[in-house]
């Protein structure tokens, strides 16, 4: 499967997958929690106020922080339905249901999971097959996209409820080979 992880570590985001806490201190998160103030984005510590980098961001999680800026509006419904027919291939009423059912321009992680696995399952069933080529690649792009979707939504770009992730980050990742600039 290089064809997947030299694309996944040429997008820059291969360090995310490495990025786990196995021990986490509550009483810190705790005390932390306790001193933020929403307000100025910031902690309120005895020693004074503290805010986070994006050089912090960075040294945490372990990946580069640079080039080009995310810049994007939120999506309707109806955008979010397009994004997932577009960058995943999901026929228009599957795509229709998930959004309409998120009542946003969301998809959950259960169904990412299973399109990626679907994908994967078509991509490597393709492999032998030099007159297949076409539809091996159709299928190997969308599988990528959905893990990348995955990916950021879980650790970069996470929601309060933890099962859904927005599909604007699709757009990121429509042309691979620019994924890390």
Not at 72 to 83: A, F, M
Request: proline content about 2%; overall charge negative; some cysteine.
């Amino acid at each position: 499967m290089g064809w997947f992880w030299n694309v996944i570590r040429a997008s820059g985001l291969y360090l995310l997958l490495e990025t786990n806490y196995g021990q986490v201190d509550h009483g810190l998160l705790i005390a932390f929690s306790e001193r933020w103030h929403s307000e100025t984005s910031s902690f309120h510590l005895p020693v004074g106020e503290m805010t986070i980098t994006l050089d912090d961001v960075s040294c945490l999680l372990h990946i580069p922080v640079g080039g080009n800026l995310l810049f994007h509006e939120s999506l309707s419904i109806h955008q979010g339905t397009q994004y997932l027919v577009n960058y995943l291939g999901l026929e228009f009423e599957e795509s229709a249901a998930q959004t309409k059912r998120l009542r946003s321009a969301h998809i959950t992680y259960d169904t990412l999971l299973s399109i990626y696995t679907s994908y994967l399952t078509e991509a490597k069933s393709y492999a032998n097959q030099p007159e297949e080529e076409d539809s091996m690649e159709w299928y190997r792009t969308r599988c990528i996209r959905a893990f990348l979707l995955y990916l950021v939504g879980c650790t970069l770009f996470s929601d309060k409820a933890g099962n859904s992730c927005c599909v604007v980050y699709l757009k990121y990742f429509d042309d691979l080979t620019t994924v890390n600039q």
